[in-house]
């Protein structure tokens, strides 16, 4: 089994900044892509950056120049630099994998439980 744990969420202050964690942990795994999403209560869950073992990177377009993903491969963990937070920033963040368990080839989705941010004056 893999788990992945996210750290780092908290009270930020608009135009201030936050960085995020999230380690998988777990053996006889490999990952493919890693991301963060976030949710609002009452509305659906929005992609906000990915970056697959390349490091390519895709951020949504609300998050563009504020935010910056990044991923350490041999520690199997991703980051979410976020900078100029603005109070629409407000939600929890999940952290998400794609994995595969020893030699699968088909990929499984592994998502964090989520950390809150919260971003206010």
């Known amino acids: 089994q893999v788990q992945l744990v996210e750290s780092g969420g908290g009270l930020g202050q608009p135009g201030g900044s936050l960085r995020l964690s999230c380690a998988a942990s777990?053996?006889?795994?490999?990952?493919?892509?890693m991301g963060w999403y976030r949710q609002v209560p009452g509305k659906q869950r929005e992609l906000v950056a990915t970056?697959?073992?390349?490091?390519?990177?895709n951020y949504a377009d609300s998050v563009k120049g504020r935010f910056t993903i990044s991923r350490d491969n041999a520690k199997n963990t991703v980051y979410l630099q976020m900078n100029s937070l603005k109070p629409e920033d407000t939600a929890v963040y999940l952290c998400?994998?794609?994995?595969?368990?020893?030699?699968?080839?088909?990929?499984?989705?592994?998502w964090g439980k989520g950390t809150q941010v919260t971003v206010s004056s």
């Open positions: 970056i697959a073992h390349t490091r390519r990177t």
């Open positions: 777990g053996s006889g795994f490999s990952i493919s892509s």
């Open positions: 998400n994998a794609e994995v595969y368990l020893g030699s699968s080839i088909r990929a499984r989705n592994y």
